[in-house]
C-alpha cells in the first residue's frame, strides 16, 4: 500500500513491522474499550434519546404558534435539532451496530429506522458495507464524490467537471435524497453496468420510506394546526433542508478535506488488519470542537476514530481521540484535524479546484509509503 | 384502537410509538408487554419469589407453562425463562414467580440480590408445551428436583383451587428443608386435600434413597395410570425416565428440561455439531467461523466486510455457546443476534438461517 499524503517533513516510510504494530496498539485499545462497556454507555445513549425526542414534541408543539415568527423560528430550531440527533448521533450510530450489544430490540441496527427519507436497510449496505470496507478505494468506496462529484485528483477530469461546485451545493440542499439514491448506483445505470430491473426493489423500499416521511412532515402535521397548514409545511421544510446543509457539511468534512489520502485497489489487495487501520487513519480527517458540537455531528467529528472502530459506540471516541492521536504521531502518520471552518473550508476549496483541468491545478506531494512484505510500493512514489 | 395506534405511528415514523410512550413510563407501552414487581420475598434459602403485575397485554399462563422475562445488568438486557408459580387462574392478573439463585446463573443471581419493588422487567408472552391438558387426568404425578418444583407448584395449586378430584402425587427432591421454596404451603395444600401426597426427600441428607422403582411403587402404587410431569437436574430426569421405559410408559410421561448452556472450559476447542435450523442443516464443527462454516454447509448468509463492522452477517444464534473471534468472549445466552463471520461455535450450537 503506498499512500500519498502531506507531511510538512516529506514523506514517511512504514515498515511492514511498524504497520503491525500499529494494527496491534489499535487492537488493544478496541479490547479495552469493549471490555469496559457497560451502564455508562447506556445511559448515555439514553439521554441523547430523551433530548432527541424532546426537540421533536417542543418543534411540533411550537408550530401551533407559528403566526408569530419568533416561535415558529424556535419551532424550526428544535426540529432540525432533532431531527439531527436522529440521523446522527443516534441513526448513523445505531446502523452502524454500536449498541448492539445492549440487545435492545430499539437500539438493534437490523430493527433502527432513522428519521430520513433513505431506507435504513440501503444505508447499512451503501455506508456500512460498501464504504466502511473499502474506505477510499477507487472504484470501490462509491463515497468517492458519490458519483456525482469530483473530489479526489485521481478522478479523471471532462469538462463536466467544471460544474462540480454546482452540483455539490444541489447535493447539500438536497442531502437526505442524496443519501437516499446512493444505493441505486445510478451512474452505473448510466454507463450500463446495472440495470433498472437490479433496482426495482431498492426504488419500492425507497418509495415506501420517503412517502412516510412526507407525508408526516407535508402533509399530516401541517393538517394537524389547522389554520396554519402552510406555516408548518413551511417549518417541517426548512427543518428538513437546515439538517440536510448540516449533515452534509458534516460528513464531507470527515474524508474530503485536503491531506486526505486515497488508494488503489491494488494497493489495497490482500490487506492485513494493520494495513487496513493505517488506509482507515489516513483516509479520514477529525474537525475539533466542544463537547455539544461533537454531539450534534454524532462524533464524525471524530472521523479517524470511528472509522477505525465503526462498531464502538461514538461516546467514547472523544475519550480515546488522544491515544489515537498519540499513535499516530508516535510512527509519524499524519492525524488530520482542524477546527470546522477549515475544514468545511478545506472541503470547498477542493470542490473548486479539481473542478478545473488537472494542467492548471497543482498536484498534491507523496508522503506515507507503507512497506509490504519487505518491499516499498512503487505506486505514487 | 389499533386503527388508532396506527393514526398516531404516522406521526412518530419511522419510530414504534411504544419507543416515545416508554420514555414517560416503562409500563406503559402499548405494544410491548412488561412487567413491574410488586412484591419480593426472600423465604427458601437460595431463593426469591417476585410478584410481578404485567402491562394489559398479558393473557395469562397454563400451569406448567413458562414466561421469559429481560432484565438489564451492567447496560446489557438478558432475558430467562421461569415457570410462573402461581394457579393460572389467579384473578388479579399477577404472576408469581420462584427464582433460584445458580451458581452461575447471571440473571437468577442479580434478581435474588437486586430485585425490588418498582423495578419494570420485559415479559413474553407465556408459552410451552408441558402444561396440564384442558381435560384433566383423574390421577397425576409430578415430580421434581430443585428449581424444577416451580411448574409443578403451579399444577398443584392450580388443581387445588379447581377443587380437583382425582389424586396427587407430589415428589419433590431437594437439598435440605430449607432449600424448598413454598414449602409451608405445600404442606398445607396437603393437609387441606386428602387427594394430595406431598413427599419431599432430601437425598444429600442421606435420609431418603434416591428415585426408584420402588420409591414410586411405595408413594402411588397407581402411577401406571396417572399422567407424569418431571421437571428437574439431568440425573432425576434420567432415573424417572429408565423407570418410565422400563414400564413402556413413555408416552405417560411429560418433561420440560432446562437447557442450561455452559461453556465449555476450553472455548477455542472443535467440538460438537452446528444446527442451521432455518434450512435443517446439521453439521460437525469445524472450529472456523459460523459464516464459513455455514456456506461449506452449502448455504449463502448474507454478509458484507467478513470482518465484523458492516453488521451484514447477523444472524439470530437459538442455543448453544459461541466465541467472539475478535474478543474471545463467549456467549451462552439463547435467541441473541450474532454476527456470523467474527464468531465461532463452541460446542452444539443452533443458528437460525
Ligand atoms: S459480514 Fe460484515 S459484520 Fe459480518
Redo the contacts between chains.
Keep these: 500500500m503506498a499512500i500519498l499524503t502531506e507531511t510538512p517533513a516529506g514523506p514517511v516510510v512504514l515498515s511492514a513491522e511498524q504497520v503491525e504494530e500499529i494494527g496491534r496498539e489499535l487492537d488493544a485499545l478496541r ?1 479495552r474499550v ?1 471490555e469496559d ?6 445511559e448515555y445513549i439514553y439521554s441523547i ?2 433530548a432527541q ?1 424532546g426537540f421533536e414534541v417542543a418543534g411540533r408543539g411550537l408550530m401551533y404558534l407559528g403566526f408569530l415568527p419568533p416561535f415558529w423560528l424556535a419551532g424550526v430550531a428544535s426540529l432540525t435539532v432533532s431531527k439531527i440527533l436522529d440521523n446522527m448521533e443516534i441513526g448513523h450510530n445505531v446502523m ?2 454500536q449498541y ?7 437500539l ?3 430493527e433502527f ?3 430520513t427519507v433513505c431506507p ?1 436497510d440501503q444505508w ?2 451503501s455506508h ?3 464504504h ?2 473499502f474506505t477510499n478505494i477507487h472504484g470501490k468506496d462509491r463515497d468517492i464524490g458519490y458519483g456525482i462529484l469530483r473530489v479526489d485528483e485521481a478522478q479523471a477530469w471532462n469538462p463536466l467537471r467544471l460544474g462540480n461546485p454546482l452540483y455539490a451545493f444541489f447535493l447539500m440542499v438536497a442531502f437526505e435524497w442524496g443519501v437516499m439514491g446512493h444505493d441505486l448506483e445510478v451512474e452505473n445505470i448510466v454507463r450500463g453496468k446495472r440495470s433498472w430491473s437490479d433496482i426495482k426493489s431498492l426504488v419500492k423500499g425507497q418509495v415506501r ?1 420517503a412517502g ?2 412526507v ?2 412532515d407535508y402533509v ?2 401541517p393538517a394537524l394546526t389547522g389554520p396554519l397548514f402552510l406555516s408548518t409545511l413551511a417549518g417541517n421544510f426548512t427543518a428538513n433542508i437546515a439538517r440536510n446543509l448540516w449533515t452534509f457539511s458534516i460528513i464531507f468534512c470527515g474524508h474530503f478535506p485536503s491531506g486526505v489520502q486515497t488508494f488503489t485497489e491494488e494497493e489495497t489487495a490482500e490487506e492485513t488488519q494493520g494495513e ?1 487501520y493505517v488506509r482507515q487513519m489516513l483516509g479520514s480527517a477529525n474537525i475539533e470542537g466542544g463537547r455539544t458540537f461533537h454531539i450534534m455531528s454524532g462524533n464524525l467529528s471524530h472521523q479517524i476514530e470511528h472509522h477505525l472502530f ?2 464502538l459506540p461514538a461516546n467514547r471516541y472523544p475519550e480515546i481521540a488522544p491515544e489515537v492521536k498519540a499513535l499516530a504521531e508516535k510512527h509519524g502518520l499524519p492525524y488530520n484535524t482542524g477546527s470546522f471552518s477549515q475544514q468545511i473550508g478545506s472541503v470547498w476549496a477542493k470542490l473548486f479546484k479539481l473542478a478545473l483541468p488537472p494542467a492548471l491545478v497543482k498536484s498534491q506531494p507523496t508522503g506515507v509509503i507503507v512497506m509490504r512484505r519487505g518491499t516499498a510500493s512503487e505506486v505514487g512514489v | 384502537m389499533v386503527g388508532l395506534i396506527d393514526l398516531v405511528e404516522r406521526l412518530t415514523t419511522p419510530h414504534p410509538l411504544d419507543r416515545y410512550l416508554e420514555l414517560v413510563r416503562p409500563t406503559l407501552t402499548l405494544r410491548q408487554m412488561r412487567a413491574e414487581i410488586t412484591h419480593v420475598r426472600r423465604s427458601a434459602v437460595g431463593s426469591v419469589t417476585l410478584t410481578l403485575r404485567p402491562t394489559r397485554q398479558w393473557t395469562g399462563h397454563l400451569a406448567g407453562q413458562y414466561v421469559q422475562i429481560g432484565v438489564v445488568i451492567d447496560g446489557v438486557r438478558h432475558t430467562r425463562c421461569y415457570s410462573p408459580v402461581n394457579t393460572q387462574t389467579r384473578r388479579d392478573r399477577h404472576i408469581e414467580l420462584t427464582i433460584k439463585a445458580h451458581p452461575h446463573g447471571l440473571v437468577s443471581n442479580y434478581l435474588h440480590e437486586n430485585a425490588i419493588p418498582g423495578m419494570v422487567v420485559d415479559l413474553a408472552p407465556a408459552a410451552g408445551v408441558f402444561h396440564l391438558p384442558e381435560q384433566r387426568p383423574d390421577r397425576i404425578v409430578l415430580i421434581t428436583g430443585g428449581s424444577g418444583i416451580t411448574p409443578a407448584l403451579s399444577m398443584l395449586r392450580t388443581l387445588a383451587t379447581e377443587g380437583y378430584q382425582g389424586r396427587v402425587l407430589f415428589l419433590h427432591y431437594n437439598r435440605s428443608p430449607e432449600w424448598v421454596p413454598h414449602r409451608a404451603e405445600l404442606q398445607a395444600l396437603a393437609l387441606a386435600h386428602t387427594n394430595f401426597r406431598v413427599e419431599m426427600l432430601y437425598p444429600e441428607l442421606g435420609q431418603d434413597p434416591n428415585f426408584s422403582y420402588d420409591e414410586l411403587e411405595r408413594l402411588a402404587p397407581w402411577f401406571a395410570a396417572a399422567q407424569t410431569y418431571l421437571c428437574g437436574p439431568p440425573g432425576l430426569m434420567k432415573a424417572v425416565r429408565t423407570v418410565y421405559e422400563a414400564e413402556q410408559l413413555s408416552d405417560r410421561l411429560h418433561l420440560e428440561e432446562f437447557v442450561l448452556t455452559v461453556a465449555p472450559a476450553d472455548p477455542a476447542t472443535a467440538e460438537g455439531s452446528v444446527t442451521f435450523s432455518g434450512s435443517d442443516i446439521t453439521t460437525e464443527n469445524t472450529g472456523a467461523s459460523l459464516l464459513e462454516q455455514a456456506e461449506s454447509a452449502g448455504l449463502t448468509p448474507a454478509y458484507g466486510c467478513r470482518m465484523g463492522i458492516c453488521f451484514t452477517c447477523t444472524a439470530v444464534k437459538r442455543s448453544g455457546c459461541t466465541r467472539n473471534l475478535r474478543t474471545g468472549e463467549v456467549d451462552a445466552d439463547p435467541d441473541q443476534p450474532i454476527q456470523l463471520c467474527i464468531n465461532a461455535p463452541v460446542g452444539d450450537v443452533d443458528i437460525a438461517i
Excluded at chain 1, 462497556?37 to 447506556?42: I, P, S, T, V
Design positions: 479490547a469493549v462497556l457497560g451502564e455508562r454507555d447506556r434519546i430523551k425526542r452502524h451496530g448492539d450489544w445492549m440487545r435492545e430490540p430499539g438493534n441496527s437490523r429506522e432513522w428519521d435504513a447499512r449496505h456500512n458495507y460498501m466502511h470496507t420510506k412516510k416521511q407525508l408526516k399530516i402535521f487496513w465503526p462498531d
